[in-house]
């Protein structure tokens, strides 16, 4: 949309460890705006390269060619193969068909607390067992993270939200990274259940 917005990937580590890498882009037009209105150096993140700042001052839509101009290049630049790709279906269909294009499967993840509870909660302990990682001078997620709180619904099942009287305090890093753990736990059920399949063959049960 006209906000802040992030891309995060997931990686399991040789320490069976979590990094996490994000990037954000906002359109040229709001940037001034939101500088003044969430109280964030937004031009300073750009400076450090945190933030891409889409189009010219006139533009107040994020040009998603650049979202997926900067997949790319971290998918040629490191040569990842990605196992998925998680998308927030709110604003979503001007890039879907252009995602399919990467020839993985793409998973809308609904924002909701049924659909996010396992990955938040699992997210969490995971880094209070100290078992996530990212890069410490990424400011902007630092902010996003400090920015967030837990939020129930009458399930007890939780979600990541903005603070009480926050509106402007921009989460979406967060909301991010657990769209990719989301995914990460997703295709770690898919795994062990070809791990089972390939057991059971072998030994002539199925």
């Not at 009458?154 to 939200?161: A, H, I, L, N, R």
């Not at 770690?188 to 199925?206: A, C, F, I, K």
Request: proline letters at 2%; hydrophobic letters at 35%; charged letters at 30%.
């Amino acid at each position: 949309g006209g906000d802040l917005t992030t891309l995060a990937l997931e990686f399991k580590t040789a320490e069976d460890k979590y990094y996490f890498y994000t990037h954000s882009f906002m359109p040229r037009g709001r940037i001034m705006e939101h500088i003044q209105k969430d109280l964030a150096p937004y031009d300073i993140w750009e400076s450090m390269e945190l933030i891409t700042v889409t189009g010219g001052s006139g533009d107040y839509k994020n040009d998603y060619k650049f979202i997926l101009s900067h997949l790319r290049k971290l998918r040629d630049e490191y040569d990842l193969r990605f196992k998925g790709i998680g998308i927030d279906p709110h604003n979503a269909d001007g890039i879907l068909a252009d995602l399919e294009d990467f020839g993985v499967p793409v998973t809308l993840v609904t924002q909701s607390c049924r659909n996010l509870n396992d990955a938040t909660v699992d997210l969490q302990l995971s880094i209070k067992s100290e078992k996530v990682e990212y890069n410490r001078f990424n400011e902007l997620m630092t902010w996003s993270f400090i920015n967030a709180v837990l939020v129930k619904n009458s399930f007890d099942e939780v979600k990541v939200d903005k603070k009480d009287n926050a509106r402007n305090r921009r989460i979406d890093p967060v909301d991010a990274c657990i769209d990719a753990h989301f995914l990460e736990l997703k295709y770690r059920t898919t795994d062990l259940n070809d791990v089972m399949d390939d057991y059971l063959s072998s030994m002539g049960w199925v």
